[in-house]
């Protein structure tokens, strides 16, 4: 519908409407008063409410925008609704009274008889509806706060948590590092025992003869070649696990770099409190023992919102 046509063509004919009415009354007054001027006592009849204008009914159908509202928000979508009510309400009811002309209604408790009072009840039954969502609104806003800071405070423990589990993990490779690396030495070095018992076990008094030399000299060379395949193959092995502990250890610090530096991005784009708008909803009204406690204790009796020491916000460190 053309709002502004809408409200003149309802101006107009609501005036006609009143006029005939007013015409209608005052002819049957006139006529009552010639045929029993003397019996009939003069009756005070109430002055009929002033039609609204053009510009007044206009308002009406504007009182939630003149325009729809582009945002898609919680409160542009409901004023989006409102306005769409009451322009269609505001139709029906137009035709509804240009139809039912000066009948009565049937239902006077449900329905008003003259349309400038529907519109006033229907807007104000429109607009409780509007301050309604909006308390609902602004207790939701205050609700998205508290959860905030809530995230703000259990989110701090993130990062702990996060480092030492991985610091953990490091430190169970670490581990199995050093167990395997026990394992195999005591493999090596069992091996080696064996073989030397074995030498020693190949040893007696006559191989001092000098005719058996030669068999002293093969079991010398047997012990001197196992020490030095043992201090070989230690050494190799010893070197072996200091670089896989540097590396591990090297991937480890890495990764915790790597982390922390992730972990400073969601902190940096996190969503705080301070962001959202704080709404004013009146204050919580507190018992009798309440305010006499902080009276006592010298605190204030009102709820005092705490100013943040440092600001928060998105991309800024303290």
């Not at 002819?27 to 109430?46: L, Y």
């Not at 915790?256 to 400073?264: C, F, G, P």
Request: neutral net charge.
């Amino acid at each position: 519908y053309n709002t502004r046509s809408i409200a003149s063509a309802s101006s107009t004919r609501s005036s006609q409407t009143k006029k005939s009415s007013v015409t209608s009354k005052r002819r049957s007054t006139s006529h009552k008063g010639s045929v029993g001027d003397e019996s009939t006592p003069t009756v005070r009849r109430d002055r009929p409410s002033r039609t609204k204008t053009r510009d007044e009914i206009y308002a009406l159908y504007c009182s939630f925008g003149e325009k729809r509202h582009p945002g898609q928000d919680f409160l542009s979508k409901i004023m989006n609704v409102l306005r769409d009510a009451t322009e269609g309400l505001l139709s029906h009811a137009e035709i509804y009274y240009k139809e039912k002309g000066p009948r009565p209604v049937t239902r006077p408790l449900a329905v008003r008889e003259k349309f400038d009072e529907y519109v006033t009840t229907m807007i104000e039954k429109l607009k409780l509806y509007e301050e309604q969502c909006r308390v609902y609104h602004e207790h939701s806003i205050n609700e998205f706060r508290e959860m905030l800071e809530l995230i703000e405070r259990t989110s701090s423990l993130m990062a702990k948590l996060e480092l030492d589990e991985q610091t953990q993990e490091a430190e169970k490779v670490l581990n199995g590092i050093e167990k395997q690396f026990n394992e195999t030495l005591e493999k090596i070095l069992n091996e080696a025992n064996e073989e030397k018992s074995k030498n020693f076990d190949q040893l007696r008094p006559t191989l001092g003869h000098p005719t058996r030399k030669t068999e002293l000299q093969e079991i010398d060379n047997r012990e001197k070649s196992r020490q030095s395949n043992l201090l070989k193959v230690v050494t190799e092995f010893r070197s072996n696990t200091i670089e896989d502990i540097q590396t591990n250890g090297q991937a480890t610090v890495g990764a915790l770099a790597t982390n922390a530096e992730r972990l400073l991005i969601l902190f940096d784009d996190i969503l705080t409190a301070d962001e959202i708008t704080r709404t004013k909803i009146p204050p919580v009204k507190q018992p009798l023992e309440e305010l006499v406690r902080r009276q006592q204790a010298g605190k204030p009796l009102e709820d005092v919102e705490p100013t943040p020491i440092l600001e928060r916000k998105q991309g800024h460190w303290a």
